[in-house]
């Protein structure tokens, strides 16, 4: 059985569906802080309130539905962060560490994301290596590269079975990121349907590598079910399907939008955490020891992002 913490996120949302329909309802328990949220989420299988920081909490929720793995989502984003440094690292710290114990005790496994937050200033920028420099200047970063840390000692130390991959931004249309930087690379899809234009909180020339969401699932699935004996790496795989700015995605929108504006109105604040952050990954470890190989490129997202936000928002632009 598997236990989703955050399953209400950007993420989360997608993910809970997914392994319900690769696992059965029943074997996928959705969990949150709150029961605010799609109703999918609820009506679909088992829902607990699970706040990560209540260790009692997470070992019940546990020891109630017999699981074996937990998949951790829940976190404060690199934005959100930055104006709550004491609760992000309490959560993102803590509360995975209070998950790693219980998985410790029940001989659980345990996913969880890391990003290309985990990298800094100082680390080479362009085909990031899988090993290399980790001097992130963001307490979202802090805690990203504490979590890989944290993980692989438990892996080592106690033979928990702990995986991750490191994230870059993730575009979807289902539910909305929560607060990081990356965000305006969503925003601007729905922008574009909406107004025709859009004022991009991050400026022209910031490459960041990003992943349509429906590949950050596979990675997630794939990883969990690779065989052990072939990873040389566990915390965290780099992992990334493309790379752009601003004017970039504007430009693949256009052809389909062919009068959208893109405008900015850089914030310093989320523009000075992109600018710590890597221009692109390598993820050749990834391809080697688990097979990861992402199906979708800015061209074939865009055109799905459109489409099916298009139908969500009700709005036509053929
Ligand atoms: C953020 N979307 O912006 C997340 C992610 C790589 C970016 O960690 O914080």
């Given at each position: 059985?598997?236990?989703?913490?955050?399953?209400?996120?950007?993420?989360?949302?997608?993910?809970?569906?997914?392994?319900?329909?690769?696992?059965?309802?029943?074997?996928?328990?959705?969990?949150?802080?709150?029961?605010?949220?799609?109703?999918?989420?609820?009506?679909?299988?088992?829902?607990?309130?699970?706040?990560?920081?209540?260790?009692?909490?997470?070992?019940?929720?546990?020891?109630?539905?017999?699981?074996?793995?937990?998949?951790?989502?829940?976190?404060?984003?690199?934005?959100?962060?930055?104006?709550?440094?004491?609760?992000?690292?309490?959560i993102?710290?803590?509360?995975?560490?209070?998950?790693?114990?219980?998985?410790?005790?029940?001989?659980?496994?345990?996913?969880?994301?890391?990003?290309?937050?985990?990298?800094?200033?100082?680390?080479?920028?362009?085909n990031?290596?899988?090993?290399?420099?980790?001097?992130?200047?963001?307490?979202?970063?802090?805690?990203?590269?504490?979590?890989?840390?944290?993980?692989?000692?438990?892996?080592?130390?106690?033979?928990?079975?702990?995986?991750?991959?490191?994230?870059p931004?993730?575009?979807?249309?289902?539910?909305?990121?929560?607060?990081?930087?990356?965000?305006?690379?969503?925003?601007?899809?729905?922008?574009?349907?909406?107004?025709?234009?859009?004022?991009?909180?991050?400026?022209?020339?910031?490459?960041?590598?990003?992943?349509?969401?429906?590949?950050?699932?596979?990675?997630?699935?794939?990883?969990?079910?690779?065989?052990?004996?072939?990873?040389v790496?566990?915390?965290?795989?780099?992992?990334?399907?493309?790379?752009f700015?601003?004017?970039?995605i504007?430009?693949?929108?256009?052809?389909?939008?062919?009068?959208?504006?893109?405008?900015?109105?850089?914030?310093?604040?989320?523009?000075?955490?992109?600018?710590?952050?890597?221009?692109?990954?390598?993820?050749?470890?990834?391809?080697?020891?688990?097979?990861?190989?992402?199906d979708?490129?800015?061209?074939?997202?865009?055109?799905?992002?459109?489409?099916?936000?298009?139908?969500?928002?009700?709005?036509?632009?053929?």
């Amino acid at each position: 059985k598997i236990l989703i913490t955050g399953s209400l996120g950007q993420i989360g949302t997608e993910l809970t569906m997914y392994l319900r329909e690769q696992y059965g309802n029943d074997n996928v328990i959705a969990s949150g802080l709150r029961k605010e949220g799609p109703d999918y989420i609820f009506e679909s299988g088992p829902f607990e309130i699970v706040d990560i920081l209540n260790a009692q909490q997470v070992a019940d929720a546990c020891e109630k539905h017999n699981v074996n793995t937990v998949i951790n989502l829940a976190a404060l984003l690199s934005a959100v962060a930055e104006g709550n440094p004491q609760l992000a690292y309490n959560i993102n710290m803590n509360g995975l560490f209070n998950i790693l114990e219980v998985a410790r005790e029940r001989g659980a496994a345990v996913f969880t994301p890391s990003s290309i937050a985990a990298f800094g200033p100082s680390t080479p920028a362009d085909n990031t290596p899988q090993d290399t420099i980790q001097r992130p200047t963001t307490i979202y970063g802090v805690t990203k590269v504490g979590g890989e840390l944290l993980c692989d000692y438990y892996y080592k130390r106690f033979g928990v079975d702990t995986r991750g991959v490191r994230f870059p931004g993730l575009i979807s249309y289902k539910a909305l990121p929560g607060g990081g930087t990356t965000d305006y690379a969503v925003h601007i899809y729905y922008e574009a349907l909406k107004q025709k234009k859009y004022a991009s909180f991050i400026d022209k020339g910031t490459q960041m590598d990003m992943m349509y969401m429906p590949d950050a699932i596979k990675a997630i699935h794939d990883l969990m079910e690779a065989d052990p004996s072939k990873l040389v790496h566990r915390n965290a795989f780099n992992v990334t399907a493309m790379s752009f700015d601003p004017e970039k995605i504007a430009a693949e929108i256009r052809k389909h939008i062919p009068e959208f504006e893109l405008t900015y109105d850089v914030d310093p604040v989320k523009q000075a955490i992109a600018n710590s952050w890597p221009n692109s990954l390598d993820d050749s470890c990834a391809k080697e020891e688990w097979g990861w190989k992402p199906d979708y490129t800015l061209e074939t997202m865009t055109i799905d992002m459109l489409d099916k936000l298009s139908e969500k928002l009700g709005i036509s632009y053929k």
